[in-house]
Nanobody, 120 residues
Framework: VQLAESGGGLVQAGGSLSLSCAAT????????VAWFRQTPGEERAFLAA????????NYLESVQGRFTISRDNAKNTVYLQMNNLTPEDTADYYC??????????????WGQGTQVTVSS
């Protein structure tokens, strides 16, 4: 499975961004897809996850209500809608996929990441 993120960029505080994660390859192997983010010197931190089928989702409590994960199986793409962004959201954002859900960054497949910068 290959994952490719897109949609990052520069946004002002209070603005919104929508990230995309396109999956190719043996997507039938997938059970979950998640979004993480990472800042320099820190471990990748879990943000949100969705099942590859069905309606299950899971969020880091501090972003729930501000970030929304969604999925379009016809396009093999998972999205992360981020609203009311603050400079503290500045990070590299990664999508991850695999057969099991876990909040630690021990996932089977990773994208290359997309950078999000929020200016004050």
């Amino acid at each position: 499975v290959q994952l490719a993120e897109s949609g990052g960029g520069l946004v002002q505080a209070g603005g919104s961004l929508s990230l995309s994660c396109a999956a190719t390859g043996r997507t039938s192997d997938l059970s979950y897809v998640a979004w993480f983010r990472q800042t320099p010197g820190e471990e990748r931190a879990f943000l949100a996850a969705t099942s590859w089928r069905g309606t299950w989702t899971n969020y880091l409590e501090s972003v729930q209500g501000r970030f929304t994960i969604s999925r379009d199986n016809a396009k093999n793409t998972v999205y992360l809608q981020m609203n009311n962004l603050t400079p503290e959201d500045t990070a590299d954002y990664y999508c991850a996929a695999g057969r099991r859900f876990i909040r630690s960054p021990n996932w089977e497949y990773w994208g290359q990441g997309t950078q999000v910068t929020v200016s004050s």
